[in-house]
């Protein structure tokens, strides 16, 4: 559980708020504090009032993988093969360990025919990929993902969403604007102006915004559907 | 001013990435041309190439009656030249009252560019992109990172835009302008679908919307959310 007390930076001002294990949506328009309020839980920005705790630890003390907004803008090597692996490389594991773990977290990601490019030829779609494997080959407790699907095709985002839902990681945190694919998290936390304006179930935060654009296209036609069946 | 005819062809091009090589051949012509395909297919090759920031490997490219043109990067980020917000509105030479309050920054003008959020940065360089009259607008994503609102307004400025070569490279399935033709990625190699509407029914990478439209027999006559509507409502009489 991530739990938020009084916590003041930026724009960011929320009172209290309770995030739980799992996987998290973070939505609001533009400028409404997603970024930032992921920084924060991330470890990245001390929050300037209040405090945020995950479990019993603070957020610098977590394991957490954290994918940038702007891919390519934490990497630290050129060669994709040298990104990913440098987590498990800082930490000094066994070539075996690292050469087998790469693979796999490049084969999830569907990235296995990339590992000898340089980054800087990559494709923004690609770069994303990257930025994912290198945040998950060292198996975080939290993964915090900055609007990683927006540089993403519909079929790469679903296939990788459906990995990242089934692989492992305790919470996941993403703020996103595909309506979609936050449906599909457990828990919604709508922001505007740096305040949390709902949260709760997919079905508890979107009931609440039928009327506009926040409301999931896929439930919009599942409707459709249904009364043009009869 | 409107240029009669104007025309961007790629002649056999070919560009070599990694194993494989990115070909392109066909013409763009005045309207709106929307590039699908996968990440990493080559769409934002084929937007450098068109804006004549990369050169081809192979074959090439010739620009008919253009004498303006302007590329929308995907990442604004890189291509920031200003320290106020200001004064990258200025770099663009436009007007920056009017472009600040189209991109809702009014007020925010001394601010750092960087110290916007990702959207905001977006808008803020598609309202610069599109402030000034261009022969040939290249847009790389213009969709990533708006929110809903945000992406409703930019399709409104594209629409707007008809009478230039339009090259739309998006990802984005929901909230997309009207547009004239349609190309798209098969693998690395990229193909004309054709004209809008006959090559919807073409269009492999086309919303889940679009295509349970088109199972159940009615096409739409276009690509944006009321054409979509109307479709639907086409079906449920």
Not at chain 1, 140 to 145: A, E, F, T
């Amino acid at each position: 559980m991530i739990i938020i007390r009084g916590v003041r930076h930026g724009i960011i001002d929320i009172p209290s708020c309770a995030i739980p294990e799992g996987h998290t949506a973070v939505i609001g328009p533009n400028g409404s504090g997603k970024s930032t309020l992921l920084r924060i839980i991330a470890g990245l920005e001390e929050p300037v009032r209040g405090c945020i705790t995950i479990g019993e630890q603070s957020p610098g003390e977590s394991a957490v993988g954290w994918v940038h907004e702007v891919p390519g803008q934490n990497s630290l090597f050129t060669r994709v093969r040298d990104e990913i692996t440098s987590p498990l490389r800082f930490r000094h594991l066994s070539c075996d360990e690292i050469t087998s773990r790469a693979a796999e977290v490049a084969a999830q990601t569907g990235i296995s025919s990339l590992m000898d490019r340089e980054l800087a030829t990559l494709s923004g779609g690609e770069q994303v990929l990257v930025a994912l494997a290198t945040a998950m080959i060292s198996k975080p407790d939290i993964l915090v993902l900055d609007e990683w699907d927006s540089h993403l095709d519909a079929p790469s985002s679903a296939m990788l969403q459906n990995q990242l839902n089934t692989g492992g990681v305790r919470t996941i945190l993403q703020c996103t604007q595909n309506m979609d694919l936050a449906a599909s998290a457990d828990t919604i936390v709508f922001l505007t102006k740096g305040r949390v304006k709902a949260t709760g179930t997919p079905l508890d935060v979107f009931g609440k915004c039928i009327d506009t654009c926040y409301y999931p296209p896929s439930w919009r036609w599942r409707e459709w559907n249904l009364r043009s069946k009869g | 001013m409107e240029v009669e005819g104007m025309e961007l062809a790629f002649e056999g091009v070919s560009v070599t990435r990694g194993s494989y090589d990115i070909r392109v051949s066909g013409s763009f012509c005045q309207g709106i041309n929307l590039v699908s395909g996968r990440v990493g297919s080559g769409k934002s090759t084929v937007a450098a190439m068109a804006a004549g920031i990369l050169s081809p490997d192979g074959g090439s490219i010739h620009r008919k009656g253009i004498s303006t043109s302007m590329l929308s990067f995907q990442f604004p980020e890189s291509g920031l030249t200003g320290s106020t917000v200001k004064e990258e509105v200025y770099s663009y030479g436009v007007h920056d009252a009017d472009t600040l309050a189209m991109a809702d920054l009014s007020g925010r003008g001394e601010d750092d560019p960087l110290s916007l959020s990702r959207g905001e940065l977006k808008k803020l360089s598609l309202a610069c992109v599109l402030s000034r009259p261009w022969d040939l607008l290249v847009l790389d994503g213009p969709f990533e990172a708006l929110d809903c609102r945000g992406k409703r307004e930019v399709c409104r400025w594209i629409e707007h835009r008809r009478s230039s070569i339009v090259i739309l490279c998006t990802h984005e399935q929901h909230i997309l302008p009207r547009i004239d033709a349609l190309w798209e990625f098969q693998e690395h190699t990229l193909v004309f679908r054709g004209l809008v509407p006959e090559a919807l029914a073409r269009w492999d990478l086309a919303p889940t919307s679009i295509k349970t439209l088109i199972s159940r027999g009615t096409l739409p006559f276009n690509v944006s959310e009321d054409d979509i509507r109307e479709a639907a409502c086409r079906i449920q009489g």
